[in-house]
């Protein structure tokens, strides 16, 4: 390659448009040595799986989990270990101090003179002995007065500034390597008659062709082997042929292009930070990390904040990036929603990106849910169109939709696009009589009863159609031309596929339309409530992340997320804060989720409701009064005085008064500035009713 950056022989050629000449001279210096080594990789897949994990309630980090004590144990104060440790010594050295000078007698020395014989006196077998016995005699001081004084523990006091104190039964022990218990030896698969293939699968992950999501996967696949052993043949000859790439997903992905946070997929968890070493926080949980996992996320999650607080970054894009990870695993299907632009992950890390409103998106969005049901599809709608709209019932706009819906299928085999439904809402003449006549040709005389009874509502006092006209218009804009097509010229996704692992991403237009973009996030999660609990398979746990949940939530979404305990999903909704929640709806929405979050700066108004909805407890307080001592003796009273010309305060007394009080956990004045910055307070629940009190969790920082 010549100098100018073209290919060829020496003759000259003219530069590039644009090229700059390198400048002659030597040729750069190489760049300076790093200074530090590269980060760690971390450990390796067999010290990975062998690692002890351990739970002592939800929201536990167990890998490496060592569980503490529930309570403190009782702590003398420093300065009071001290002041013992020093009277104790002076105690012995008084003691010594009289049995060597004789003032108390040669007692002591009895047992030295019986054992040694009268010939060693004035040799040196008897100075040695008599060393020996003085050494003795100090030792037992040492111990005896060591152990009044507690040297022991002020020694270990000033070593370490906390002592913790831990269940060490509690912690599971480490399998060894090549035991019978080693899960990088495939145990179970070995034990059902394939040794061959634990064999292949124990090489695979011994040579590092493994990573920790194929483990993942695979021990998936073996779970469903065990539930139907018919397919036993099937999966070791997967693995024969094409090792820890066997039962791979759809996608052909093994891993995601980038990782954000700390994953463990043998628990499912993804890590969210540390409990603080604080007293705010209970005793078995200080300094213990925290994580999420299905198990908790099943209750569904509520986190207010403002903007800026961290929301999407430390928690939004951990949790889905482990569940996308699950879904490579075949143990999950996520679903996030996010304004077009916020940092959830490169599109790569998906199975299906869809760009509302952007004409270069390869996906579309099915309007209609998948489903072919005219009335189920009209109550979707109508949560989503008017579920906001106070005064208007949902189940009349279901109604007066499904008047149209209905006819409109039974004569095209389709239900309509956008611009056709609003047509339809507007009583254009054309769409009405070119229905009417297709019905006809059908022979769909029942239908026929429905637009007229659509068409006698029209006019009458309080019809949702003019209000159901003017929220489909939002959605009949140029900028979604091509999108919500029902003809099936596109690539729409439906909500009906969370009986498959996908990995979803639904960037929605706030900048530009935010009402629209309001209208679908409330048509999604009630798509993703009758969906997630209509699959006849729930084996996958579902789950929606809303990045932002402003104006997204409505009555019936909000008694949605209760019943998705039982169908092995969830839903994570982001807030600024809850005055985007209809005043109505927001006690209903702390009750309804079992996590709550509350990051820090939110406003005390927001904070009083997390306090109402985490209640009180039971605390020990102490009441510390301060008398004035009044002498009645001359010398006392000088005594007094010469103290308190001394510390410049007057002698007391102090009468402490113990009692137990109900305080709230956290109260709303906390919540909105005793949270530092990068922290949050979070209470978990689990769906087998598992809780956690609130935590005060400094958040862990991701990229």
Not at 192 to 208: F, K, P, V, W
Not at 407 to 436: I, M, Q, S, T, W
Not at 497 to 526: C, F, N, T, W, Y
Request: glycine share 10%; net charge neutral; charged share 20%.
């Amino acid at each position: 390659m010549d100098t100018d950056g073209t290919y060829g022989t020496d003759e000259k050629r003219p530069p590039r448009a644009g090229h700059v000449p390198r400048p002659a001279g030597p040729p750069p210096a190489l760049p300076p040595k790093p200074a530090h080594a590269p980060a760690d990789p971390g450990p390796s897949l067999a010290d990975w799986l062998r690692t002890p994990r351990s739970s002592d309630g939800p929201g536990v980090w167990t890998y490496g989990h060592v569980p503490r004590a529930a309570e403190e144990p009782e702590r003398t104060p420093t300065r009071q270990l001290i002041s013992g440790a020093l009277i104790a010594l002076l105690a012995g050295l008084l003691l010594w101090s009289l049995l060597w000078n004789g003032y108390l007698g040669g007692f002591w020395l009895w047992p030295l003179y019986m054992f040694t014989p009268d010939s060693w006196a004035g040799k040196l077998p008897s100075v040695v002995a008599s060393y020996i016995w003085y050494g003795l005699v100090i030792a037992t001081l040492v111990i005896g007065f060591g152990r009044l004084g507690r040297w022991p523990e002020l020694a270990r006091r000033m070593l370490r500034s906390r002592a913790v104190q831990a269940v060490q039964a509690a912690v599971p022990a480490r399998p060894e390597e090549g035991g019978p218990d080693d899960p990088v030896a495939w145990p179970q698969v070995r034990g059902a008659g394939l040794g061959e293939t634990a064999d292949r699968l124990g090489a695979e992950a011994g040579s590092g062709r493994m990573n920790d999501v194929d483990y993942a996967r695979i021990r998936r696949a073996w779970e469903s082997v065990r539930a139907e052993p018919a397919r036993a043949t099937a999966f070791a000859d997967a693995v024969r042929d094409k090792g820890a790439g066997a039962c791979v997903h759809p996608s052909g992905a093994r891993d995601l292009p980038v990782r954000a946070a700390r994953h463990d997929l043998l628990a499912r968890q993804v890590l969210l930070g540390t409990v603080d070493d604080s007293e705010r926080n209970p005793y078995g949980r200080r300094g213990t990390r925290l994580a999420l996992d299905p198990a908790v996320l099943g209750t569904s999650l509520l986190a207010v904040g403002p903007s800026g607080a961290g929301k999407t970054r430390q928690l939004v894009r951990p949790v889905v990036e482990s569940l996308a990870l699950q879904a490579l695993a075949g143990q999950a299907a996520v679903i996030a929603v996010a304004s077009a632009g916020a940092q959830l992950g490169p599109d790569t890390a998906y199975d299906v990106v869809v760009r509302v409103g952007d004409p270069d998106s390869v996906c579309d969005l099915d309007l209609y849910g998948g489903t072919t049901d005219a009335d189920e599809a009209a109550t979707l709608l109508a949560e989503a169109f008017v579920g906001d709209v106070p005064g208007l019932e949902v189940r009349r706009a279901a109604t007066a939709l499904a008047q149209l819906l209905g006819p409109f299928r039974a004569a095209y085999g389709r239900f309509p696009a956008v611009p056709e439904l609003r047509e339809l809402l507007d009583r254009v003449p054309e769409a009405l009589g070119g229905l009417r006549t297709a019905l006809e040709a059908a022979g769909q005389h029942v239908m026929l009863r429905e637009i007229d009874a659509r068409e006698r509502q029209y006019a009458a006092q309080g019809d949702p159609g003019p209000a159901l006209a003017d929220r489909v218009a939002l959605l009949d804009r140029p900028a979604f031309v091509g999108f919500f097509d029902t003809t099936g010229q596109g690539r729409p996704f439906s909500l009906r596929a969370l009986e498959h692992p996908l990995r979803v991403r639904i960037d929605l237009p706030e900048r530009g339309h935010a009402d629209a973009s309001r209208i679908l996030a409330r048509l999604l999660l009630a798509q993703f409530n009758a969906s997630a609990a209509a699959r006849a398979d729930r084996s996958l746990f579902a789950f929606l992340a809303f990045d932002d949940a402003s104006h997204t939530l409505t009555p019936q979404t909000v008694r949605g997320l209760q019943r998705l305990r039982s169908a092995n999903a969830g839903v994570l909704l982001t807030l600024r804060t809850l005055d985007d929640v209809p005043e109505a709806l927001r006690t209903p929405l702390l009750g309804a989720v079992g996590c709550r979050m509350a990051f820090s700066g939110v406003t005390t108004w927001d904070g009083k409701r997390f306090a109402e909805a985490w209640g009180t407890e039971w605390v020990e307080t102490r009441d510390v009064t301060h008398r004035t001592v009044f002498a009645d003796q001359p010398l006392t009273r000088a005594i007094h005085a010469f103290r308190k010309l001394v510390t410049g305060k007057a002698v007391t007394t102090d009468a402490v008064t113990v009692r137990q009080v109900e305080r709230e956990r956290w109260s709303a004045s906390e919540l909105a500035h005793a949270v530092p910055p990068g922290y949050a307070v979070l209470s978990l629940t689990s769906v087998r009713g598992e809780r956690a009190a609130p935590l005060l969790v400094r958040l862990a920082a991701t990229g």
